[in-house]
Protein backbone atom coordinates (compact mmCIF):
# COMPACT_ATOMS: atom_id res chain seq x y z
CA UNK A 1 0.00 0.00 0.00
CA UNK A 2 1.36 3.46 -0.82
CA UNK A 3 2.19 5.57 1.75
CA UNK A 4 3.38 9.36 1.00
CA UNK A 5 5.31 11.68 4.05
CA UNK A 6 6.51 14.86 4.48
CA UNK A 7 8.84 16.36 6.28
CA UNK A 8 8.82 18.49 8.49
CA UNK A 9 4.78 19.14 9.01
CA UNK A 10 5.95 22.99 9.68
CA UNK A 11 8.59 25.40 9.00
CA UNK A 12 9.05 28.83 9.66
CA UNK A 13 11.72 30.92 7.76
CA UNK A 14 12.88 34.24 7.53
CA UNK A 15 12.00 35.81 3.97
CA UNK A 16 14.99 35.56 1.57
CA UNK A 17 16.00 32.01 2.58
CA UNK A 18 16.59 29.07 0.66
CA UNK A 19 14.52 26.62 1.83
CA UNK A 20 13.59 22.74 0.86
CA UNK A 21 10.86 20.50 1.43
CA UNK A 22 11.01 17.00 1.43
CA UNK A 23 8.17 13.98 0.43
CA UNK A 24 8.95 10.45 0.34
CA UNK A 25 6.48 7.62 -0.88
CA UNK A 26 7.08 3.88 0.01
CA UNK A 27 6.48 2.23 -3.44
CA UNK A 28 8.05 3.38 -6.47
CA UNK A 29 5.73 2.13 -8.92
CA UNK A 30 4.50 5.88 -9.57
CA UNK A 31 2.85 7.29 -13.30
CA UNK A 32 4.11 10.86 -11.66
CA UNK A 33 4.13 13.25 -8.58
CA UNK A 34 2.69 16.22 -8.00
CA UNK A 35 3.40 19.27 -5.80
CA UNK A 36 0.55 21.36 -4.60
CA UNK A 37 0.11 24.57 -2.72
CA UNK A 38 -3.43 25.07 -0.65
CA UNK A 39 -3.99 28.14 0.67
CA UNK A 40 -5.70 28.62 4.14
CA UNK A 41 -9.51 28.17 3.25
CA UNK A 42 -8.74 27.46 -0.55
CA UNK A 43 -8.53 24.92 -2.95
CA UNK A 44 -5.04 23.45 -4.35
CA UNK A 45 -2.72 24.90 -6.75
CA UNK A 46 -0.48 23.24 -9.12
CA UNK A 47 2.88 23.67 -8.96
CA UNK A 48 5.02 21.43 -10.35
CA UNK A 49 4.16 17.71 -12.32
CA UNK A 50 6.73 15.61 -12.94
CA UNK A 51 6.43 12.21 -14.62
CA UNK A 52 8.28 8.81 -13.14
CA UNK A 53 11.15 8.65 -16.12
CA UNK A 54 12.00 12.52 -15.06
CA UNK A 55 14.51 13.97 -12.39
CA UNK A 56 13.10 17.31 -12.13
CA UNK A 57 10.90 20.42 -13.01
CA UNK A 58 11.56 23.87 -12.83
CA UNK A 59 9.11 27.06 -12.42
CA UNK A 60 10.19 30.33 -11.66
CA UNK A 61 11.45 30.10 -8.22
CA UNK A 62 10.67 26.59 -8.18
CA UNK A 63 12.42 23.47 -8.44
CA UNK A 64 10.88 19.80 -7.68
CA UNK A 65 13.12 17.41 -7.84
CA UNK A 66 12.46 13.01 -8.03
CA UNK A 67 14.36 10.24 -7.50
CA UNK A 68 11.77 7.34 -8.07
CA UNK A 69 14.49 4.56 -6.83
CA UNK A 70 14.60 5.68 -3.82
CA UNK A 71 11.26 7.16 -3.18
CA UNK A 72 11.85 10.43 -2.77
CA UNK A 73 11.18 14.23 -3.94
CA UNK A 74 12.11 18.04 -2.90
CA UNK A 75 10.31 21.13 -3.32
CA UNK A 76 13.01 23.61 -3.61
CA UNK A 77 12.21 27.55 -2.72
CA UNK A 78 14.38 29.82 -3.86
CA UNK A 79 14.74 33.33 -2.24
CA UNK A 80 11.34 33.09 -0.04
CA UNK A 81 8.91 35.64 -0.22
CA UNK A 82 6.24 36.14 2.69
CA UNK A 83 3.29 35.49 -0.23
CA UNK A 84 5.32 32.03 -0.45
CA UNK A 85 3.18 31.06 3.15
CA UNK A 86 0.95 28.29 2.27
CA UNK A 87 0.85 24.72 2.39
CA UNK A 88 2.66 22.49 0.03
CA UNK A 89 1.23 18.95 -0.56
CA UNK A 90 2.34 16.51 -2.45
CA UNK A 91 0.54 13.89 -4.24
CA UNK A 92 1.59 10.89 -6.11
CA UNK A 93 -0.23 8.97 -8.84
CA UNK A 94 -0.26 5.39 -8.74
CA UNK A 95 -1.75 2.53 -10.87
CA UNK A 96 -5.79 2.27 -9.88
CA UNK A 97 -8.12 1.07 -12.37
CA UNK A 98 -6.79 2.39 -15.82
CA UNK A 99 -6.62 6.09 -14.91
CA UNK A 100 -4.91 6.19 -11.85
CA UNK A 101 -5.52 7.88 -8.29
CA UNK A 102 -3.63 10.39 -6.18
CA UNK A 103 -2.37 9.78 -3.24
CA UNK A 104 -1.11 12.54 -0.98
CA UNK A 105 1.03 13.56 1.98
CA UNK A 106 -0.34 15.55 4.99
CA UNK A 107 1.93 18.48 4.33
CA UNK A 108 4.46 20.95 5.09
CA UNK A 109 2.63 24.12 6.68
CA UNK A 110 5.46 26.96 5.39
CA UNK A 111 5.50 30.50 7.23
CA UNK A 112 8.22 32.93 5.84
CA UNK A 113 8.35 36.13 8.26
CA UNK A 114 8.94 39.46 6.65
CA UNK B 1 -12.55 31.06 -17.00
CA UNK B 2 -11.44 27.26 -17.35
CA UNK B 3 -11.48 25.90 -14.12
CA UNK B 4 -13.72 23.04 -12.18
CA UNK B 5 -16.02 24.58 -10.31
CA UNK B 6 -17.99 23.04 -6.87
CA UNK B 7 -21.35 24.92 -5.17
CA UNK B 8 -21.95 25.65 -2.55
CA UNK B 9 -18.58 27.12 -1.05
CA UNK B 10 -19.88 26.91 2.19
CA UNK B 11 -22.99 24.39 3.57
CA UNK B 12 -24.07 24.20 7.44
CA UNK B 13 -26.98 21.38 7.99
CA UNK B 14 -27.77 19.60 10.49
CA UNK B 15 -27.42 15.84 11.50
CA UNK B 16 -30.07 13.20 9.23
CA UNK B 17 -29.90 15.68 6.60
CA UNK B 18 -29.44 15.13 3.11
CA UNK B 19 -27.38 17.07 0.73
CA UNK B 20 -25.94 17.44 -2.60
CA UNK B 21 -22.48 18.87 -3.57
CA UNK B 22 -22.04 20.31 -7.41
CA UNK B 23 -19.37 19.89 -9.64
CA UNK B 24 -18.28 21.20 -12.75
CA UNK B 25 -15.52 21.04 -15.50
CA UNK B 26 -14.97 22.85 -18.45
CA UNK B 27 -11.29 21.80 -18.88
CA UNK B 28 -12.93 19.06 -21.74
CA UNK B 29 -11.27 16.39 -19.05
CA UNK B 30 -12.64 12.63 -19.21
CA UNK B 31 -12.05 11.68 -15.27
CA UNK B 32 -13.66 13.37 -12.01
CA UNK B 33 -13.75 12.35 -8.70
CA UNK B 34 -14.00 13.41 -5.23
CA UNK B 35 -11.71 13.57 -2.35
CA UNK B 36 -12.16 14.23 1.28
CA UNK B 37 -10.07 16.56 3.82
CA UNK B 38 -10.48 15.50 6.87
CA UNK B 39 -9.66 18.11 9.94
CA UNK B 40 -5.90 16.74 9.99
CA UNK B 41 -5.86 18.36 6.59
CA UNK B 42 -5.34 14.80 5.10
CA UNK B 43 -6.70 14.34 1.26
CA UNK B 44 -8.36 11.03 0.64
CA UNK B 45 -9.91 9.86 -2.76
CA UNK B 46 -13.35 9.22 -2.47
CA UNK B 47 -14.44 8.46 -5.92
CA UNK B 48 -13.74 8.63 -9.41
CA UNK B 49 -15.73 8.59 -12.65
CA UNK B 50 -14.70 8.04 -16.45
CA UNK B 51 -16.81 9.51 -18.78
CA UNK B 52 -19.65 9.21 -16.67
CA UNK B 53 -18.51 5.31 -15.62
CA UNK B 54 -18.10 4.71 -11.91
CA UNK B 55 -14.49 3.42 -11.61
CA UNK B 56 -12.89 4.10 -8.07
CA UNK B 57 -15.03 3.77 -4.88
CA UNK B 58 -12.89 3.93 -1.90
CA UNK B 59 -14.51 2.15 1.28
CA UNK B 60 -16.92 5.05 1.43
CA UNK B 61 -20.36 4.24 3.09
CA UNK B 62 -23.06 4.04 0.95
CA UNK B 63 -24.31 7.42 2.19
CA UNK B 64 -22.36 8.98 0.17
CA UNK B 65 -23.36 8.21 -3.49
CA UNK B 66 -21.95 10.23 -6.91
CA UNK B 67 -23.44 10.71 -10.10
CA UNK B 68 -22.44 11.67 -13.21
CA UNK B 69 -24.96 13.34 -15.51
CA UNK B 70 -22.11 13.72 -18.00
CA UNK B 71 -18.48 13.82 -18.21
CA UNK B 72 -18.66 17.59 -17.39
CA UNK B 73 -20.32 17.16 -14.32
CA UNK B 74 -20.24 14.87 -11.20
CA UNK B 75 -21.67 15.75 -8.14
CA UNK B 76 -22.15 14.28 -4.88
CA UNK B 77 -25.20 13.23 -3.03
CA UNK B 78 -24.54 12.81 1.04
CA UNK B 79 -27.83 11.11 3.05
CA UNK B 80 -28.32 11.05 6.65
CA UNK B 81 -25.48 12.92 7.42
CA UNK B 82 -23.58 12.58 10.33
CA UNK B 83 -21.30 14.83 12.73
CA UNK B 84 -18.42 12.76 10.92
CA UNK B 85 -19.21 13.79 7.93
CA UNK B 86 -18.23 17.24 8.39
CA UNK B 87 -15.07 18.24 6.32
CA UNK B 88 -13.71 19.73 2.54
CA UNK B 89 -14.86 17.94 -0.09
CA UNK B 90 -12.95 18.63 -3.16
CA UNK B 91 -13.62 17.79 -6.98
CA UNK B 92 -11.01 17.18 -9.46
CA UNK B 93 -10.17 16.55 -12.75
CA UNK B 94 -8.06 15.10 -15.23
CA UNK B 95 -7.18 13.87 -18.58
CA UNK B 96 -7.29 10.49 -19.35
CA UNK B 97 -4.11 9.94 -20.12
CA UNK B 98 -2.04 8.82 -16.44
CA UNK B 99 0.93 11.63 -17.99
CA UNK B 100 -1.52 14.72 -16.96
CA UNK B 101 -1.89 15.97 -13.57
CA UNK B 102 -4.83 16.81 -11.51
CA UNK B 103 -6.87 20.39 -11.57
CA UNK B 104 -9.08 20.98 -8.08
CA UNK B 105 -11.66 22.87 -7.39
CA UNK B 106 -12.10 25.59 -4.33
CA UNK B 107 -13.52 23.07 -2.14
CA UNK B 108 -16.61 22.70 -0.22
CA UNK B 109 -16.23 23.21 3.31
CA UNK B 110 -19.67 21.02 4.79
CA UNK B 111 -20.49 21.28 8.70
CA UNK B 112 -22.73 18.45 10.32
CA UNK B 113 -24.54 19.83 13.55
Known amino acids: KQEVTQIPAALSVPEGENLVLNCSFTDSAIYNLQWFRQDPGKGLTSLLLIQSSQREQTSGRLNASLDKSSGRSTLYIAASQPGDSATYLC?????????????FGQGTTLQVKP | DTAVSQTPKYLVTQMGNDKSIKCEQNLGHDTMYWYKQDSKKFLKIMFSYNNKELIINETVPNRFSPKSPDKAHLNLHINSLELGDSAVYFC????????????FGSGTRLTVV
Open chain 2, 92 to 103: ASSQDSIYYGYT
Open chain 1, 91 to 103: AVRVRSSNTGKLI
